[in-house]
């Protein structure tokens, strides 16, 4: 109600999370029984234009008074934020490696992976991502093939294709798949992007990795394996759910294992056959 009643009076932007120390549980389309709890306090941020921060102030207060009742609500008014430069500062140049750096296009040195944070998920902000990119960094193999499954911006594929590598990545998401040709452009890098189904897939490929949840990893468990004849880098998996990553994919070995946070990142290569 109060963020529609901001964009009604000119907001340019809106950002709704919670503060420092409040938890939140989200619940995924896989869970079952009741939603959990909404978190005791929730922090909506809203950015104007200065010919319309009058008119945003006096919409945000009616608003805010017509949903007293549901909980106590502050209100701050900061006239110094630049909505695009704070936004933009969300952003912060990712050094992986001495030959590896990912950056947005205005802040980026030159050398740089140059991801456009955009619609699509992968710039290097999530731990899941800067773990995959440490994983393409070690084992790329100029010549050999690489497979992004749920590709987003394309950056880690277009790691691979950095390093010589040729890259395919798919997504569900057409515009995951725009972003990433946009992206391989940008950095003068060849890569083959598409909403091909991973079963429509053909053929084996070096290095194949896959930054979605865990859940939905075992369920791609048997198409990963078929296309897989080196290295599977997994991630995007919480820690309390590994297991069940490893137990889909038994006829692999995991060699290595990174966690960071409620995290978890995996390697695993094909098991060789007992003799």
Same mark, same amino acid.
């Given at each position: 109600?109060?963020?529609?009643a901001a964009?009604d ?9 919670v503060?420092d120390g ?6 995924q389309?896989?869970?079952r029984?009741?939603a959990?709890p909404?978190p ?22 009616q608003?805010?008074?017509?949903v ?5 609500l ?6 110094e ?23 947005a296009p ?11 944070p ?12 800067r773990?995959?990119?440490?994983g ?5 193999v ?11 911006t ?7 294709a950095r ?9 569900i ?27 429509? #897939?053909?053929? /084996?490929?070096?290095? $194949? %990795? @896959?930054?979605?949840? *865990?859940e ?6 048997? +198409? ?11 991630a995007?998996i #919480?820690?309390? /759910?590994?297991h069940? $990553? %490893? @137990?889909?994919?038994? *006829?692999?070995d995991e060699v290595h294992?990174?966690? +960071?946070?409620d995290?978890v990142?995996?390697e695993l ?7």
């Amino acid at each position: 109600m109060v963020s529609a009643a901001a964009f009604d009076a000119g907001c340019v932007g809106a950002q709704e999370d919670v503060p420092d120390g409040v938890s939140v549980v989200v619940q995924q389309p896989w869970d079952r029984g009741p939603a959990p709890p909404p978190p005791a306090q929730v922090r909506l941020r809203l950015w104007f234009g200065e010919d319309d921060a009058a008119l945003g102030r006096t919409a945000v207060r009616q608003a805010a008074a017509a949903v007293a009742g549901a909980g106590e609500l502050h209100l701050v008014w900061d006239a110094e934020e630049d909505w695009a430069e704070a936004w933009r500062a969300g952003f912060e140049r990712l050094v992986v490696s001495d030959r590896l750096a990912v950056s947005a296009p205005w802040n980026s040195e030159p050398g740089d992976l140059i991801i456009e944070p955009g619609m699509a998920f992968g710039t290097g902000e999530h731990p899941t991502t800067r773990a995959c990119l440490r994983g393409v960094d070690r084992h790329a193999v100029p010549g050999e093939t690489l497979l992004d499954v749920g590709c987003g911006t394309g950056v880690l594929a277009l790691a691979g294709a950095r390093f010589g590598m040729q890259v395919s990545g798919i997504d569900i998401d057409s515009a995951a798949v725009e972003a990433s040709d946009e992206n391989a452009a940008r950095n003068n890098l060849s890569g083959s992007f598409s909403v091909a189904p991973l079963a429509r #897939l053909e053929g /084996r490929y070096t290095l $194949v %990795v @896959a930054n979605i949840f *865990a859940e939905v990893l075992v369920t791609m468990a048997g +198409e990963l394996a078929r296309l897989c004849g080196g290295r599977l880098c997994l991630a995007g998996i #919480l820690a309390d /759910r590994a297991h069940i $990553v %490893v @137990a889909a994919l038994s *006829a692999f070995d995991e060699v290595h294992r990174e966690r +960071e946070g409620d995290w978890v990142y995996l390697e695993l290569v094909p098991r060789l056959p007992v003799s």
